[in-house]
């Protein structure tokens, strides 16, 4: 797989673009996640036309439109900003990201949470900044987290889940909107679906089966390969549980009831309940079924991206 192309706020990456001409470089997204990805630095305050220092901003007035003002001198920098961020958007479409890092709490970047200053001068955590409350709608199928969240395991895990997917997607998607490429990516992910969303996959699962309706029923490619696309992502928002997780475990289990020892299936069910009840690790259940998904050479688990979604390197599933 190449390198995946991951949207990120600039001044995550160390470079010295905030508004007190600062940094706030992340190790993890630069020197760890940055083996696996290709970033596309974006800082909108200094990309629209603001100096490095530059006074202070915040966002004021209607959660849902707020404007983008300077703290001292009370300049209102909404126009300057949405100016900027239209012709962006349209730049980053051509860039194929796969998702994007945003930097908290920002008045431009944040992606939640960002205080709001009502007309009193009072603060509420409800909006997200210009920017990046644009980049969502324009790509609303893209995955998107900030660098505070990503300090959770479990966000951490689910992101960089999703942004391999997405990578996934896209590779299909340059070789051709065709029900055969569709059919194998829905059966890869079967499990990986399963983890995340059973009602997803489900939904899922209908869309790739209308290629047996009548020719006159069927939507065209591009509208049904958007539509899988969209619930996809959204399945995969959803966080996979242990309970969710250790049915699929139970699942592939049952994969190999009949090479098994009584022993052997014991000690698999041990680990899964262990695993249920935040013992330990996802990792090692999943170890070894991926052993003896080699061992008894099962194709259909072995191409199952649930077993590899992501580079072991990264160490995501070794949280209990």
Not at 12 to 19: D, F, H, P, T
């Amino acid at each position: 797989m190449e390198r995946i192309r991951l949207g990120i706020s600039s001044c995550l990456l160390g470079q010295e673009v905030r508004y007190d001409g600062q940094h706030k470089l992340d190790h993890f997204l630069r020197d760890t996640l940055g083996q696996y990805v290709e970033y596309v630095p974006v800082c909108p305050e200094v990309e629209c036309g603001l100096p490095i220092p530059r006074e202070a901003m915040r966002l004021s007035g209607d959660p849902a439109s707020p404007h983008l003002i300077t703290i001292r001198t009370q300049r209102d920098l909404t126009d300057q900003m949405h100016g900027w961020i239209r012709p962006r958007l349209l730049e980053l479409e051509r860039e194929a990201l796969c998702g994007f890092v945003f930097k908290s709490k920002s008045p431009s970047s944040g992606m939640e949470r960002v205080k709001v200053y009502d007309h009193n001068g009072v603060p509420h955590k409800v909006g997200s900044g210009l920017f990046a409350a644009a980049f969502m709608r324009h790509f609303p199928s893209l995955p998107v987290e900030e660098d505070g969240r990503l300090h959770d395991v479990r966000l951490r895990e689910n992101f960089i889940e999703r942004i391999f997917v997405m990578q996934r997607w896209r590779e299909l998607l340059r070789d051709g909107r065709r029900m055969g490429n569709l059919v194998a990516f829905h059966t890869r992910h079967k499990l990986l679906m399963l983890a995340h969303s059973p009602k997803h996959y489900q939904e899922m699962g209908r869309i790739v089966a209308r290629d047996t309706s009548p020719q006159g029923d069927r939507p065209r490619p591009m509208e049904l390969f958007a539509h899988y696309e969209a619930l996809l992502m959204q399945g995969l928002k959803l966080l996979a549980t242990p309970a969710k997780s250790a049915n699929v475990l139970q699942h592939m289990m049952g994969y190999f009831k009949k090479q098994l020892t009584a022993d052997e299936k014991q000690e698999l069910r041990e680990l899964i309940d262990h695993y249920r009840l935040g013992l330990i690790p996802l990792i090692v259940p999943v170890t070894l079924i991926a052993h003896y998904v080699r061992k008894f050479n099962t194709s259909y688990l072995a191409d199952q991206v649930y077993l590899n979604p992501h580079p072991l390197e990264l160490q995501l599933r070794n949280h209990a």
